[in-house]
């Protein structure tokens, strides 16, 4: 045991290294008069209301730096003849990763066209980059109350997002049926429990079925702590709404998830300590606000108002892997797992006390 966790904690190191390599060759790249700067907010995660004050931020925005299409370079993608022992590692950075995105969902788009946009993506909505091999394994997981627009807009958005980091992903819509109110914490955690079935996946994200992410730099990985992603959204004037806003966009390991005890069905129980956030003693990162930029997706209905007891604990189960020990513990009841071309359809019965 001592020597699992000796192991860990060195992976963990590592793992931080190249994160602040990576950030740091980013943040060089991009900004280069004031990337060490940028870079040190970052990593004292810088209260967000001094970010707004940046000047490279009005810069992206007037300057009018040059954005891609999500799509654009990703048909250079190719699997290679190659059996995976002999793939060669991804690179550092990937080279598909550009900085900001255009939004740009064509008129009448049909699923049928999404799939022919991603031929790599297989069965389930997984994808591994063809040509290396990625040490990133992230799972999306989306909650879903019948947005169908949205959700198509999503995945013809994120599907080529994520490939172009070059991660091994998969993406998890989690459907309620049943119930009365939708209850986005409740869907969470469900999507968590039932994608840790498929993978070791070592990074989860928790995402909104309407935001649709504007710059390839916020790479869907997860760092040392959890992580609130959506920071900038346009419909907020690309800060936060308010200093506490929790909304959107959350990335966890899943040592994290058990940690925080999963989503509570309203909000976390976040404590601050200082002028940091704080989730059960871990700080909260937050992704600069350059990158952390997201398009909502507005009209349809908004289901704002979430309800039920709180999830249950789940840190018992700690030392099972990945099963929640009995339904009792999440209360939740799988109707059906389906594998669609661009995504698996998880669809529950949430309400309380379903039969075991
Ligand atoms: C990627 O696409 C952009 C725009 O379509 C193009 O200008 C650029 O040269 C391409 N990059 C590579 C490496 O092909
Ligand atoms: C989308 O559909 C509408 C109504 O069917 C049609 O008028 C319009 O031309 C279509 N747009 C495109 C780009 O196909
Ligand atoms: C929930 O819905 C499913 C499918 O619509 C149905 O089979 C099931 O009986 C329902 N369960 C309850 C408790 O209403
Ligand atoms: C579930 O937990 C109970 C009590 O903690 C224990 O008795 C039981 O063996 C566990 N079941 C499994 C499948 O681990
Ligand atoms: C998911 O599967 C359920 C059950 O088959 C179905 O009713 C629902 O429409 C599906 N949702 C999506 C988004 O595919």
New binding site residues.
């Given amino acids: 045991m001592p020597e699992q966790m000796e192991q860990q904690r060195g992976l963990l190191l590592l793992f931080l290294g190249v994160q602040l390599l990576l950030v740091g060759m980013f943040l060089y790249q991009n900004h280069r008069g004031q990337g060490f700067t940028s870079f040190l907010r970052f990593l004292i995660q810088a209260k967000p209301e001094e970010a707004e004050g940046l000047p490279f931020l009005a810069q992206v925005a007037s300057a009018g730096l040059p954005s ?2 999500v799509y ?2 990703l048909s ?1 993608i190719h699997p290679m003849d190659l059996s995976d022992e002999d793939l060669p590692n991804c690179p550092a950075i990937s ?1 598909y990763i550009n900085g900001p995105l255009k939004v740009m969902i064509p008129e009448n788009l049909t699923m049928e066209q999404v799939v022919e946009k991603n031929p790599l993506v297989e069965l389930g909505g997984q994808y591994w980059p063809p040509d290396c091999w990625t040490h990133h394994h992230t799972a999306v997981v989306v909650p879903y109350y019948g947005q169908a627009r949205h959700l198509q807009h999503l995945l013809f958005h994120l599907h080529p997002f994520l490939q172009r980091q070059q991660l091994h992903y998969g993406i998890y819509v989690v459907n309620q049926v049943n119930s009365t109110a939708f209850n986005r914490g409740k869907l969470r955690n469900v999507g968590f429990w039932e994608a840790m079935q498929d993978e070791d996946w070592d990074c989860v994200f928790f995402h909104d079925v309407n935001l649709l992410p504007e710059d390839d730099r916020n790479l869907y990985i997860c760092d040392i702590f959890p992580a609130h992603v959506a920071v900038a959204i346009d419909k907020f004037n690309y800060k936060l709404p308010y200093r506490g806003y929790l909304g959107g966009v959350f990335a966890l390991r899943p040592i994290h998830y058990l940690r925080i005890n999963g989503f509570p069905s309203t909000h976390w129980v976040w404590q601050k300590g200082g002028d940091r956030h704080h989730l059960s003693g871990m700080p909260l990162l937050r992704p600069h606000l350059l990158f952390g930029r997201y398009h909502m997706l507005e009209e349809g209905p908004d289901p704002s108002q979430e309800q039920s007891p709180p999830s249950p604990g789940l840190q018992a189960l700690i030392r099972h892997k990945w099963r929640p020990n009995g339904t009792d513990l999440l209360d939740y009841r799988l109707l059906s797992k389906e594998l669609q071309p661009l995504y698996t359809n998880l669809t529950v019965d949430i309400s309380p006390s379903v039969p075991g």
Wanted: glycine share 0%; no cysteine; proline share 17%.
């Fill in positions: 891609w299409d654009s370079n250079q080279p």
